[in-house]
């Protein structure tokens, strides 16, 4: 083989290819050791060497020198495969520490196809895929539309490299504030955290490294034409910038904006904040489905609680009278446990046994004792309010279904009307099992059905309402949990109201 012809394949190979020369010279020794030993025998010894600079090969047979010309016509052709197997190896292995080198980083492309909801994405060197899964919420794309996405993830697939796009992580808005906003990629602003529900809401903390620059106005932009087009990119994604404080306090009252918060009280040992808001900033403070709380949570990286200061005092004496209950906790422990946060019996059995013995100068036994007298009075809880919920759907449905018989017997009349508008409706008489009203017959066993359906209903209303009573004068141990929407004794009165209802329009009906 021509030594200039080496270094001419080897050198066309590393520039087309973007492969180092090394590999390349080793995949040729490679080839040409499989071939010889095909021509003599596997079991034979065979090195072949390629000299970097001049092209020259040397090979050796059973340490004997090789003459490299008997390679026959099977041998090149093996020696072909091999070359190039390891060609393409290495260019897989060169994409792929190129893209993953790019992981996280923001990425330009043009759809090629688009089906059953997942794009095709061409790249510079390779196709992309950007899932179902990793798209916004609602959006829609379109062959031959440039897209923009962050690099989630890349991994080798056999012989070609598989390179995964998202628009739904937090680096897609981080990116999208780096290009749209110069302050940011200057350095000048820096994005200090981040939360993300793609397609809903975002919310981005910012600060600034000089006093003359706003950091927020800066994000805003004059008239709001910066973040305009950030919100245009993510099809009016919601997004909310909080100035970053270093002062815990400061922050959470940030991150809750528009709400406005009166205090903030930390429960160090379990990374809770319990924020306190006026009755009438509640709802704002919790947002809709509770996205403003959770996101401000997931921003500042604390357990966040909304609630107002009279359910906070409630919540206090609850959990005081109920853990004084327990066996070995007497109320100055009470006391000493509620002031670090813990309000539920949840809290108390995952407490850590070393704080609990601190707190009250407990032996081991003794915090054992407390830990599992918790747990189970936890458990207790969750079963309640799940048997309170269970009660809750099955006057749903009774309701849903009395609702359902009364607007059946209400299209029945209007039919009736219907048919003899000039008649008023006559007392019902019956004849031969038929019910007759003057101009139209409608079979007895109808309305027989009907009356029996409405008598199910109210029974099926009374059990619930019976069973409510005899579970409303029981003391639960729900009342030291985190207060739900409704207390039980709360649920179970609006139970007895909504049977008692039913019950009073079929007894009318």
Same mark, same amino acid.
């Given at each position: 083989?021509?030594?200039?012809?080496?270094?001419?394949?080897?050198?066309?190979?590393?520039?087309?290819?973007?492969?180092?020369?090394?590999?390349?010279?080793?995949?040729?020794?490679?080839?040409?050791?499989?071939?010889?030993?095909?021509?003599?025998?596997?079991?034979?010894?065979?090195?072949?060497?390629?000299?970097?600079?001049?092209?020259?090969?040397?090979?050796?047979?059973?340490?004997?020198?090789?003459?490299?010309?008997?390679?026959?016509?099977?041998?090149?052709?093996?020696?072909?495969?091999?070359?190039?197997?390891?060609?393409?190896?290495?260019?897989?292995?060169?994409?792929?520490?190129?893209?993953?080198?790019?992981?996280?980083?923001?990425?330009?492309?043009?759809?090629?196809?688009?089906?059953?909801?997942?794009?095709?994405?061409?790249?510079?060197?390779?196709?992309?895929?950007?899932?179902?899964?990793?798209?916004?919420?609602?959006?829609?794309?379109?062959?031959?539309?440039?897209?923009?996405?962050?690099?989630?993830?890349?991994?080798?697939?056999?012989?070609?490299?598989?390179?995964?796009?998202?628009?739904?992580?937090?680096?897609?808005?981080?990116?999208?504030?780096?290009?749209?906003?110069?302050?940011?990629?200057?350095?000048?602003?820096?994005?200090?955290?981040?939360?993300?529900?793609?397609?809903?809401?975002?919310?981005?903390?910012?600060?600034?490294?000089?006093?003359?620059?706003?950091?927020?106005?800066?994000?805003?932009?004059?008239?709001?034409?910066?973040?305009?087009?950030?919100?245009?990119?993510?099809?009016?994604?919601?997004?909310?910038?909080?100035?970053?404080?270093?002062?815990?306090?400061?922050?959470?009252?940030?991150?809750?904006?528009?709400?406005?918060?009166?205090?903030?009280?930390?429960?160090?040992?379990?990374?809770?904040?319990?924020?306190?808001?006026?009755?009438?900033?509640?709802?704002?403070?919790?947002?809709?489905?509770?996205?403003?709380?959770?996101?401000?949570?997931?921003?500042?990286?604390?357990?966040?609680?909304?609630?107002?200061?009279?359910?906070?005092?409630?919540?206090?004496?609850?959990?005081?009278?109920?853990?004084?209950?327990?066996?070995?906790?007497?109320?100055?422990?009470?006391?000493?446990?509620?002031?670090?946060?813990?309000?539920?019996?949840?809290?108390?059995?995952?407490?850590?046994?070393?704080?609990?013995?601190?707190?009250?100068?407990?032996?081991?036994?003794?915090?054992?004792?407390?830990?599992?007298?918790?747990?189970?009075?936890?458990?207790?809880?969750?079963?309640?309010?799940?048997?309170?919920?269970?009660?809750?759907?099955?006057?749903?449905?009774?309701?849903?279904?009395?609702?359902?018989?009364?607007?059946?017997?209400?299209?029945?009349?209007?039919?009736?009307?219907?048919?003899?508008?000039? *008649? %008023? $409706?006559? &007392? @019902? !008489?019956?004849? #031969? /099992?038929?019910?007759?009203?003057?101009? +139209?017959?409608?079979?007895?066993?109808?309305?027989?059905?009907?009356?029996?359906?409405?008598?199910?209903?109210?029974?099926?209303? *009374? %059990? $619930?309402? &019976? @069973? !409510?009573?005899? #579970? /409303?004068?029981?003391?639960?141990?729900? +009342?030291?949990?985190?207060?739900?929407?409704?207390?039980?004794?709360?649920?179970?009165?609006?139970?007895?109201?909504?049977?008692?209802?039913?019950?009073?329009?079929?007894?009318?009906?």
């Amino acid at each position: 083989m021509n030594p200039g012809e080496i270094l001419r394949i080897v050198d066309a190979i590393h520039r087309d290819k973007n492969i180092d020369k090394e590999i390349v010279f080793v995949a040729i020794e490679s080839a040409l050791v499989s071939a010889m030993k095909r021509h003599y025998n596997e079991t034979d010894e065979v090195d072949v060497k390629i000299d970097r600079e001049s092209g020259e090969m040397q090979g050796y047979h059973n340490g004997e020198p090789l003459d490299t010309d008997i390679v026959g016509r099977v041998g090149a052709q093996t020696a072909k495969q091999v070359i190039i197997q390891k060609i393409r190896e290495a260019e897989r292995d060169a994409l792929y520490d190129e893209y993953e080198a790019t992981i996280g980083d923001m990425i330009t492309g043009v759809i090629h196809r688009y089906e059953g909801g997942v794009a095709t994405v061409q790249l510079t060197n390779v196709e992309a895929i950007l899932p179902r899964s990793e798209q916004i919420p609602g959006e829609t794309h379109h062959p031959n539309e440039r897209v923009r996405a962050t690099v989630f993830e890349v991994r080798k697939q056999g012989s070609r490299v598989k390179v995964v796009l998202s628009r739904t992580r937090p680096q897609f808005v981080q990116r999208l504030f780096e290009q749209e906003i110069p302050e940011i990629a200057e350095g000048v602003i820096e994005i200090k955290a981040m939360a993300r529900e793609p397609g809903y809401r975002s919310k981005v903390a910012v600060s600034s490294s000089d006093q003359r620059v706003d950091c927020v106005g800066a994000c805003v932009g004059v008239r709001g034409n910066r973040i305009k087009n950030i919100v245009d990119e993510l099809a009016g994604e919601r997004i909310d910038i909080v100035r970053w404080n270093d002062d815990l306090k400061v922050l959470i009252g940030n991150a809750l904006q528009p709400a406005e918060v009166e205090d903030v009280i930390f429960c160090q040992m379990l990374g809770r904040a319990i924020v306190l808001v006026r009755e009438d900033q509640l709802s704002l403070a919790i947002g809709r489905r509770g996205q403003n709380v959770r996101l401000a949570s997931k921003l500042c990286g604390w357990d966040i609680e909304i609630m107002t200061r009279e359910e906070l005092d409630e919540q206090i004496d609850r959990a005081v009278g109920g853990f004084s209950q327990l066996e070995g906790v007497d109320e100055a422990l009470a006391l000493k446990l509620v002031e670090e946060g813990y309000m539920s019996y949840d809290d108390l059995s995952v407490i850590e046994p070393v704080d609990l013995a601190a707190m009250g100068s407990l032996t081991e036994e003794q915090v054992d004792k407390i830990v599992e007298q918790a747990d189970g009075r936890a458990q207790e809880a969750e079963q309640i309010e799940a048997d309170q919920r269970r009660r809750q759907r099955e006057l749903d449905r009774i309701e849903k279904a009395t609702a359902e018989a009364h607007r059946l017997e209400a299209e029945r009349d209007a039919a009736r009307a219907a048919a003899n508008p000039e *008649a %008023a $409706v006559p &007392e @019902a !008489a019956t004849s #031969d /099992g038929v019910t007759v009203d003057g101009s +139209d017959a409608v079979p007895a066993a109808a309305e027989g059905e009907a009356v029996a359906e409405e008598e199910v209903l109210v029974e099926e209303a *009374a %059990a $619930v309402e &019976e @069973a !409510a009573a005899d #579970d /409303g004068g029981e003391e639960s141990v729900a +009342d030291v949990s985190d207060e739900p929407e409704k207390s039980p004794a709360a649920a179970n009165s609006s139970a007895s109201n909504s049977a008692n209802d039913v019950a009073a329009k079929e007894s009318s009906d």
